[in-house]
DNA sequence: CTGAAAGCGCTTACAG
DNA sequence: CTGAAAGCGCTTACAG
């Protein structure tokens, strides 16, 4: 048996400190109407007997929360293993966020349709939920979309689909994908395909299309795209979406995927049909996971700046708590230059 | 401003169920004793209601915690991007184990050195820390040690360096190490070097070496050590150690090295200086992150269940705030076979 | 600037 | 099986 030890309360610091509990509690809250000699003794006797603020006390008491639930989607088998590093690179930022600013953050991964939970909010665990992960769970993006419908405070990522009314937080497709794009124009590639869903419910996607076909247009040249088969994975995705390009027998020197998973997966496949990349074809994606940099040859990618991802996800939350404007926020992205667009060195397959 | 809801209490619950308060309270919380009948009513006019018992309220009254802290130490520098995915999925695998028993995760990422925080016991808000992360963050370990040491419930994972004796689960590093060999033995790889630290403080790589170095005597080989320059990434490392392995002119054909990450920065510079894998060199790795699937050839690896690794950690803790005995724990592996250590089809480099 | 007192919303002996 | 009552440890008007 572990000994149960002492645990202090303000009223033990109150009779060690010579004050009243009152006085205590204005104290350690940071009340600057407190003496400050009178602070020090309290400080010191706190730190004396190991006290620190109860915080359930604190918070049924005052009704105020310091809590975030951070809500991530994953499949329905909840198999973490496969899951898109992109989205680990976000939790991180929130968490940081969150921290930053003086608050916690209660994590859960959801996938199982039976096991899905909003009930942060309503059992006062949390001022509200910040929600992302993949886009492919539908039940899970439809389940919170009525919780805030229902009245909980709720700001995604991404926004999955067209159906669905979260305030949300993305990145600045349209600027990264006109970058990706004019990367691969000022290497010489002049022949570049889209690979990713066409009329893609996932919004984000969707812009990253738009501006690769804007961005074409200027350039005098024609868009194409390559959409994906449903069902499997991002990465066999890209293998099949490239093998179907070259069956295709249409020539092709660039790819400009709709995330870095897919561009993976088309470039293995393109080098075992012995396409060169950057040689033959040069391709980018966009998410900046970390897998990009151990490719062969390393994925040149668009990434999004997780830290501000994480604040303005934080920040727009905590707006909406507060009643504040509806501002949507958009994060910035950078291409990263690695190997895989450096140019053209043979014609085109 | 938001609309401030109307928040029903089970005072409100008990006069719509038309019984006493502390009725609604038993039955909501499950009591058997509450006649089948009543709760119904109870649940009824809770759901009516809208009703969800307050967590602070229910936390202080019965003094009862269901929240575990998880502590991610990153980098000092707090850089997630670089983070090595593996923790990524052993958080996810502690997330979902916890959340099956019922519990709660407060999670944060700990890095910088004046904001690393372990008051989250102290102050009521966890039962207890599961810590794990970057073993190069020595401040941080020793911060948790001291945690320790001081009365906090800390269980971590890996067990970072001889100095700290924190409760901890690992992954069957003997058992992995030795299938990782074995598999290079079997595909004919003779000259095989672990790539790592000597003497590391790392408590799992020194038990990855160890089963090495026994796996190698068995067969009647060699051991041969290939250390890491400190002060790089891992994939660096990797790369920096291959380079020398080369540069030294001794033979080899195999490399196991003490995580994923190294193997990747090892493949890539073999590659580069004209040796093939698996042709020339096989490699195998260790944890199973998911950028050893895209590389070049894929990187063969042990892995460790994830899932159960979660569990474990979240079964130690509730076992040490228990003050059951110290049972430790090992998390079983698998092999999984890609295509870097396949078989040689050359002469050793 | 400090203290005495009320009360946040529950859980849980105790009584019936 | 149910109810009346105490009290968990704070925060915060109110009084001085």
Redesign the pocket.
């Known amino acids: 048996m572990v000994k149960q030890r002492f645990?202090?309360?303000?009223?033990d610091v109150?009779e060690a400190a010579?004050?009243?509990?009152?006085?205590?509690?204005?104290?350690?809250?940071g009340d600057p109407?407190?003496?400050?000699?009178?602070?020090e003794r309290i400080v010191e006797a706190a730190r004396r007997l190991n006290?620190h603020?109860?915080s359930s006390?604190?918070r049924?008491?005052?009704?105020?929360l310091n809590t975030i639930a951070v809500v991530v989607i994953c499949p329905e088998d909840e198999d973490v293993r496969a899951f898109n590093p992109f989205h680990y690179a976000l939790l991180g930022g929130i968490c940081a966020a969150a921290s930053a600013r003086g608050m916690e953050t209660i994590v859960s991964f959801q996938g199982a349709p039976d096991r899905l939970d909003d009930h942060f909010e309503r059992s006062r665990r949390a001022i509200g939920m910040i929600v992302f992960g993949t886009s492919e769970n539908r039940a899970a993006w439809d389940y919170f979309q009525a919780s805030a419908d229902d009245g909980c405070h709720v700001v995604c990522w991404g926004a999955p689909a067209p159906a669905h009314e979260l305030p949300w937080v993305r990145a600045d497709n349209h600027g990264g994908a006109r970058a990706a794009v004019e990367h691969l124009l000022d290497h010489g590639y002049r022949r570049i395909v889209y690979v990713g869903e066409a009329d893609c419910p996932q919004r984000q996607f969707a812009e990253r299309y738009d501006a690769y076909a804007e961005t074409l247009a200027a350039a005098g040249l024609m868009p194409r795209i390559m959409t994906l088969e449903p069902g499997h994975s991002r990465h066999e995705q890209g293998r099949r979406a490239a093998a179907a390009l070259i069956d295709s027998g249409e020539p092709f020197d660039g790819l400009f995927t709709a995330c870095d998973d897919i561009a993976l997966g088309a470039m293995a496949l393109l080098e075992e049909r012995g396409l060169n990349v950057p040689g033959d074809v040069g391709v980018v994606g966009f998410d900046g996971v970390k897998a990009g940099q151990f490719s062969v040859p390393p994925l040149t990618t668009i990434e999004p700046d997780f830290a501000v991802a994480g604040q303005r996800l934080v920040d727009r939350l905590q707006a909406l708590v507060d009643g504040e404007e509806n501002t949507q926020g958009r994060v910035p992205v950078r291409l990263v230059v690695r190997g895989s667009a450096l140019g053209r060195v043979a014609t085109p397959a």
Chains 1, 2 share one sequence.
Do not use: E, H, N, P
């Open positions: 645990r202090a309360t303000s009223y109150a010579g004050v009243s509990q009152s006085t205590v509690s204005r104290a350690l809250s109407i407190v003496a400050a000699a009178t602070r006290y603020i109860d006390a604190s049924m008491r005052s009704g105020r």
